[in-house]
Structure formats: structure tokens, C-alpha cells
């Protein structure tokens, strides 16, 4: 059975399907980019394959963009009560959606401001949502799609990381990705909190010369 789901895989498998995928998984329809990314990178790897492991994380991020302008340009046009009505409808429920996981979204953004699409994307149950709040904000797209594309970008080397590592296992890569989602998001926001710190110190600073 793996045996075929393989050769699928490698039969199926291409740039346009990464894409495609992708663009499915960062939209508001719930897919795991833990079996797309891990097995494209797993087939890359191999001698014969006709895909490259850093094009496969480029059209995965690319992918992982226009979902999330999906959900941006639907928070932005319908605005948040529909959003939160339509995620607490039988047809949200169905979606894995809930008001629940749209506020907690929500709340990150507003906790967090315009960086939070960027730790957004590297953080499980964030990672598609946090689009969502930045439309109803009507944040920049400009630094939406900056911080998203970053954001998705790193989440899909560390999985095109794990797939050529664990050669495809997709036991090995669920176990993982998680924690090393979670890793990566602590050490980013830790470099935010230092440059802000850093930031605040220098106010002072200027604000104490200016009163002398």
C-alpha cells in the first residue's frame, strides 16, 4: 500500500501540484502540509526525480501565499460578523471552524500586531487563521505578503528538512513538525523581543539627552 501511495506520488508530483496543494492547505479548507511538502522533498531527493528540493519549497510558499490572500481578500469583503457566522454555520463546522478559532486568532493578531502573520505561520492552529484577522484589519497587503511569505517559507524548509530526513515517513514527520514549528516560532519571537527592548532603550535614552 505505501508502496503505491509512493509511486502516486512520484507519478503525480509536480511544481503545479505543490502549488495547487498548498494553495488548498493555507486557505480556510483544512489540509496538512505535512503530506505535501516531507514527500515532494523525499521524491526531489532521489537521483532520478526531476523536481528540486528548493523549488519545492518555493512553490510551496508561493502556494501557501495565494491561500492566504484567500483568506485575506474573504476577511476583508465580507467583513467579521459574516466570517464569524459562516465559521459557526454547519458548512464552517464541516471546514474544522469554529467563532472559537477565529477569536483566538484574531486575538494573536491583536496581541501581537503586523508581525504576528509572520510567528503566525509557524505556530499549528494559527498557521491558516492568522489571515483572516489581517483582513478584517485591512493590514497592508504589502506587509502581509512580506511577512507571510517568510513565515511560509521557513515552515516549508523545516518540513522539506524533515521529508528528506525521514525519506517520507509520514509517522516520523507528524511526530516532529509540531515541535520544531513551535521551536522555531519561540526563537523568532524572542528576536522580536530584543529588538524592541533594544528599541525602547534607545527612546529613553534620546528622551533623557533631550531633557539634559
Not at 526531489?44 to 519545492?56: G, T, Y
Not at 486575538?107 to 503566525?120: A, D, E, M
Not at 483572516?132 to 504589502?142: C, F, Y
Not at 528538512?161 to 513538525?177: E, F, R, T, V
Amino acid at each position: 500500500m505505501l508502496q503505491k501511495v509512493e509511486r502516486w506520488y512520484e507519478n503525480n508530483m509536480n511544481y503545479a501540484t505543490i502549488t495547487a496543494l498548498m494553495t488548498v492547505e493555507s486557505s480556510f479548507i483544512p489540509f496538512p502540509s505535512e503530506i505535501v511538502i516531507p514527500p515532494a522533498a523525499y521524491i526531489a531527493s532521489k537521483p532520478e526525480s526531476n523536481l528540486n528540493i528548493f523549488l519545492v519549497v518555493l512553490f510551496g510558499t508561493i502556494g501557501a501565499l495565494l491561500g492566504a490572500f484567500i483568506n485575506y481578500g474573504l476577511a476583508l469583503w465580507l467583513g467579521r460578523p459574516i466570517i464569524h457566522k459562516f465559521a459557526d454555520s454547519k458548512v464552517g463546522h464541516l471546514l474544522l471552524l469554529s467563532s472559537e478559532k477565529i477569536t483566538k486568532a484574531e486575538n494573536y493578531f491583536n496581541n501581537h500586531g503586523k508581525v504576528s502573520t509572520f510567528v503566525g505561520r509557524l505556530i499549528p492552529g494559527i498557521r491558516q487563521l492568522i489571515s483572516i484577522p489581517a483582513g478584517i484589519a485591512k493590514m497592508n497587503l504589502v506587509s502581509f505578503s512580506i511577512y507571510t511569505a517568510l513565515g511560509a517559507g521557513i515552515w516549508n524548509g523545516v518540513l522539506a528538512l524533515l521529508g528528506y530526513a525521514a525519506h517520507g515517513q509520514a509517522d516520523l514527520i507528524n511526530k516532529y513538525s509540531h515541535e520544531i514549528g513551535y521551536i522555531i516560532a519561540g526563537v523568532v519571537i524572542l528576536i522580536i523581543a530584543y529588538f524592541i527592548i533594544k528599541k525602547i532603550v534607545q527612546k529613553k535614552k534620546k528622551s533623557k539627552l533631550s531633557e539634559e
